[in-house]
């Protein structure tokens, strides 16, 4: 099992780089950041964007692995995201990896002037978006006409330095969506039932993540793929589960999901006065003794 971090962009980058530097020195597999435009209760507080946030940690790192944890077609377009991630991707060295999902109903949802998609018209839009980025991501040049989205001779010269593309970690749950991480996917993006993570039980928190599995399982099959070719990257921080609390918490929480299949657990960095505030010694406890404690 992996350990890595999330980091939200909200440092300005004189303290912002200090707190990346650090993911890697605790060891951390890699550190992601939230793509979106504002986020939920820290909606009036410092929110910087996640594309240049990852590229100044690019230069900032040097082994940690970066990425996106997710984005989403709400305010992106395959053409001008394929462009920036092959950016990043060049600039870190081939450490970048895109955890992308359908997006939700939050601020970035109207943030330029649309109407909220339903969850069809996301499903369909996510539907399009990650096999024309597949191909952009993947291809000198493509040319390609949805019902969504568009590429007319998009040029991505020269391509990624990870070959043949960055790998695509796909937040999913619903079956077009097992369907597209099935397909296209690297790994597989849960934080527990999309339904509402805190209302479910402690004690029933595993079941929601191994019924979902059992899914992805399925979706693979059906497309001729093993299941143990994905990576199944659990995020933490949303269930009434409480992981950081202590570092025999972690490790029994870690050794739960790993007894269940799952291959990297991701841990909010400790952010004061907030949902993620948690004790910072605590926390760098488990980046650098969790796993060995897990066995």
């Not at 909200?10 to 951390?28: C, N, P, T, Y």
């Not at 964007?49 to 709400?74: D, F, H, K, W």
């Amino acid at each position: 099992m992996r350990l890595s971090t999330v980091i939200l962009p909200i440092h300005r980058w004189s303290e912002g780089q200090k707190v990346w530097r650090r993911a890697e020195d605790l060891g951390f597999h890699a550190a992601y950041t939230y793509d979106h435009l504002s986020w939920r209760s820290f909606r009036e507080e410092p929110w910087f964007g996640a594309v240049p946030t990852l590229t100044a940690a690019a230069t900032a790192t040097e082994r940690i692995r970066l990425g996106t944890l997710v984005t989403s077609p709400n305010f992106r377009h395959p053409v001008t995201l394929a462009k920036e991630l092959i950016t990043v991707d060049d600039v870190s060295g081939g450490r970048l990896t895109v955890g992308i999902g359908a997006g939700g109903v939050g601020f970035d949802a109207t943030a330029m002037g649309q109407d909220a998609w339903s969850p069809k018209e996301r499903a369909d839009r996510f539907g399009e978006f990650l096999p024309l980025l597949d191909k952009l991501l993947t291809q000198d040049s493509t040319t390609e006409q949805g019902e969504h989205y568009a590429a007319v001779e998009a040029r991505n010269v020269p391509g990624c330095v990870q070959r043949p593309r960055v790998p695509f970690y796909v937040a999913a749950t619903g079956p077009r969506g097992l369907r597209l991480a099935a397909e296209h996917g690297q790994g597989w993006v849960t934080y527990g039932d999309p339904r509402g993570p805190a209302d479910v039980p402690v004690e029933q928190a595993p079941a929601v993540i191994a019924a979902q599995m059992a899914k992805l399982t399925a979706a693979c099959e059906a497309q001729g793929r093993d299941v143990a070719e994905l990576e199944k990257v659990l995020l933490q921080g949303s269930t009434a589960e409480r992981p950081l609390s202590s570092l025999d918490a972690f490790v029994d929480w870690a050794g739960r999901y790993r007894d269940l299949g799952i291959t990297e657990v991701v841990i909010h960095w400790p952010v004061p006065d907030s949902v993620f505030e948690n004790d910072l010694a605590v926390f760098e406890r488990i980046a650098t003794e969790g796993l060995a404690q897990l066995g």
